[in-house]
């Protein structure tokens, strides 16, 4: 089996090239490889990532 890329983007924040194994999805999350930052794919043609907000977790007050 071959492991071929499927689809890749370019990071946002540093640039890199993010690359996706199978088909990325609409709204999906992923992690940029190069500079960490989460990233959320808003289009998918063309490929587009976008730094994804911070989500907090403040479910306390
Ligand atoms: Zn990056």
Redesign the pocket.
Known sequence: MSDTITAQAA?P????S?GFGREPLSGQVCR?P????ELEVTCLSPLTLEVAPEIEEDWGE
């Open positions: 990071c924040e540093c640039d890199a993010v940029c190069d500079c960490g930052v």
